[in-house]
């Protein structure tokens, strides 16, 4: 089987965690280099909380490749034509988000999300 859409999200979900987990691991490296020690060490909890939740996603994706029987899997498909691809290029214009907490929400359904509490954007 080629890939069904769930399948395809989790690989998405992934490589946008892993970016962010990169970044996260470069200006944690920088502010300690820079003897930063509490924002290095607000950055190293909150790629901790990543971590943790991209283990998360990779059991669910786990789950679904081996616990869900292959038909069940195959009526899960991406629209042909239509294609969910990570963004690789740069923005227009380059612009500073000044990130004051990463924060995970857990719904009622067990479906957790990441966010960030934003102070500016400028």
């Known amino acids: 089987m080629k890939s069904d859409g769930v399948s395809a999200a989790f690989s998405l979900i992934l490589e946008e965690i892993e970016a962010v987990e990169s970044q996260l691991n470069q200006e944690g490296s920088a502010a300690f280099s820079k003897s930063q020690y509490d924002d290095a060490e607000a950055i190293s909890s909150a790629g901790k909380k990543l971590k943790e939740f991209r283990s998360k996603l990779e059991k669910l994706q786990s789950e679904w490749s081996s616990g869900i029987d ?37 719904s ?15």
């Open 70 to 106: 292959i038909k069940t899997r195959e009526r899960v498909k991406i629209e042909p034509g239509y294609s969910i691809s990570a963004y690789s290029g740069e923005r227009e214009r380059p612009f500073w988000l000044n990130v004051n907490t990463f924060f995970l929400n857990a």
């Open 108 to 122: 009622p359904t067990g479906v957790c999300t990441l966010g960030v509490h934003v102070q500016s954007i400028s």
